[in-house]
């Protein structure tokens, strides 16, 4: 014992001394710790009379006593020792007003037509000490009554005449306190399976929740990717708007060099022509020379002019010729460019139309999910009131009903 030693005044000690084999040394312990005039009271199965009532040896109990031995034990101990009894009775108390040496306690037992007396109390189911080195005080021992135990009891003999009436009664209260004890057990059944519901109904509405922040999120993305497809989409817009006013400009720079090579080939045949001419008429000059010997002056002058027109009538052509090439090639790679752009401005047609295929492909999906997400809330809302009208409800009112039959069912005992 964690104190001190002559420590304690009174040691109560209420069936405890059964629990330990090693009696000497409890009460070796117990007088360790008592004050000089230190009082100990200590109570014990009485071993013959608890086994009777016991169904089954207690297994916690590691040596019981008799009443004989737990007395033996306590007077080799204890100077001065009052020893008793206890044990639960129904029947009549009788007590002196003052105490007499004429009068002692004692147990009446039996039945009209036979009674015996006993000093103490007969058959009791445990005993009781109270010891100590010096000289015990006055004390009193006597019964404890259960007040409204006694009014019940009283009652229920006032209430029925005979004790087959008491037992017939009986027998129906325990039928319907059994009775009772199924409906309770049976609502304690449903209202674990209602409790298992709720819990599965719980979970079921933390995933949906669940499942309802991930559309969310989903959806969120959505709207994201389509505000970037937007985006994309009106860059797209803006760059084939540019480049379709670099190929209309491209265009109309490539009409007026298509005109200025039309000019070139009509002023290059014009010279051709010229130059035919001019070499028919060379070609003439010379025959006449050649039949009018005599005057051959004029007709030399007139063939270097016509010389001097075809060498000239030939550069221009030759110059001509090379402004023409020139103007064709500016044309070819005019021409390149604009089929250059022309496949840049199909290019972005064609991812700008992608585009706008992925902006309707997401805007159906994001309404499907905006839809599956309405649906799930229908759900949820749908499945709190099933909860709130299946299982809440239904829940609490067989709780009520619990709590009904175990008060009716203690007023009944």
Known sequence: IPCEDHSIDLVASFETIEHISEHDAFLSEIKRVLAPGGILVISSPHKAEYQKVSEAANPFHQAELDHDEFVQLITK????CVAAKQRLVIGSWIAPDEPSAQVSTA????WFDEIDIENGVHRGLYSIAVCSDQPLPVFNLGMFENLQDSADTWNLLDTYDTPAQISARLIELTKAGEE???????LQGEAE?????LAEFEKELAARSKHVVQLEREGEEKSKQVAQFKSEADEGSRQAAQLKRENEQQSRHLERLKNQSEL?????????????????EALT?????????DSAETPFSRILELENRVETTTSERDHLRAMLASLQNDLERERLAGQARQGELRAIQDQLRATQDQLDTTQAQLKTTAKDLRSEQKQMDRLRASMSHKLILPF???????QQ?????????
């Open 107 to 110: 147990t009446f037992r039996g």
């Open 193 to 197: 399976k209602k409790s298992q519901q």
């Open 405 to 413: 039959l175990t008060a009716s069912r203690r007023a009944d005992d």
């Open 396 to 402: 609490g009112k067989s709780q009520r009903k619990l």
């Open 285 to 293: 000059l010379r025959g006449t020379l050649l039949r009018k010997s």
């Open 180 to 186: 009772k004890a199924m409906l309770v057990l049976q």
């Open 77 to 80: 101990r204890f100077k001065h």
């Open 264 to 280: 070139a080939d009509d002023r290059l045949a014009r010279a051709k022509n010229e130059l035919l001419d001019a070499r028919w």
